[in-house]
Antibody, heavy 116, light 108 residues
Framework: EVLLLESGGALVQPGGSLRLSCVTS????????MSWVRQAPGKGLEWVSA????????YYPDSVKGRFTISRDDFKSTLYLQMNSLRAEDTAVYYC?????????WGQGTLVTVSS | EIVMTQSPATLSVSPGERATLSCRAS??????LAWYQQKPGQPPRLLIY???TRATGIPARFSGSGSGAEFTLTISSLQSEDFAVYYC??????????FGQGTKVEIK
């Protein structure tokens, strides 16, 4: 069974930083690209970042480019999202998803709230 | 950036009836379109990719059609567990893979 479990969400002040983690199991992590997608409260879905299966390619939309960094630890089958210079508009549930650009399996999400 | 527009915003359907959801792209995305279902308090679930291929474990009552800029998700006979929000996503011009704003399917 494919499992994705996010953690690291918290209340953080504007301008602050946070690192999200996504521990995976049930599949060969090194064979799959991985993604982060977010959903603001009561809103739709927004793709946030992706990383290739080999880790040599990373992708971001303009809304987070230069502030967010996606990475992976293949030994731990874990995906990360380092978020810096956080803004109020980054408030959302952040989902980890397997594969890219089609998002085959999703975790339950972790809530990030940016507020003073 | 390709803009995805879904209609209607809300669809009221009785159990057992057919539901037809639309998704339009601001330019052609060929067949690079996916559909996701999201129930309250749950993450999205992949239903369809390649415009018409059902994902693993998705019941046959879900079908996708279309190509270019016009797409349809059809649920042939709505079950109680199908009441949810449905999102389309284009991935022809990626990144970014843009989503539609969603269609909520509610009980009539």
């Amino acid at each position: 069974e494919v499992l994705l479990l996010e953690s690291g969400g918290a209340l953080v002040q504007p301008g602050g930083s946070l690192r999200l983690s996504c521990v995976t199991s049930g599949f060969t992590f090194t064979s799959h690209a991985m993604s982060w997608v977010r959903q603001a409260p009561g809103k739709g879905l927004e793709w946030v970042s992706a990383i290739t299966d080999s880790g040599d390619g990373t992708y971001y939309p303009d809304s987070v480019k230069g502030r967010f960094t996606i990475s992976r630890d293949d030994f731990k089958s874990t995906l990360y999202l380092q978020m810096n210079s956080l803004r109020a508009e980054d408030t959302a549930v952040y989902y980890c998803a397997r594969d890219s650009p089609v998002l085959s399996y999703w975790g339950q999400g972790t809530l990030v709230t940016v507020s003073s | 950036e390709i803009v995805m527009t879904q209609s209607p915003a809300t669809l009221s359907v009785s159990p057992g009836e057919r539901a037809t959801l639309s998704c339009r792209a601001s330019q052609s995305v060929t067949s690079n379109l996916a559909w996701y279902q999201q129930k309250p308090g749950q993450p999205p679930r992949l239903l369809i990719y390649g415009a018409s291929t059902r994902a693993t474990g998705i019941p046959a009552r879900f079908s996708g059609s279309g190509s270019g800029a016009e797409f349809t998700l059809t649920i042939s006979s709505l079950q109680s567990e199908d009441f949810a929000v449905y999102y389309c996503q284009q991935y022809n011009k990626w990144p970014p893979g843009t989503f539609g704003q969603g269609t909520k399917v509610e009980i009539k």
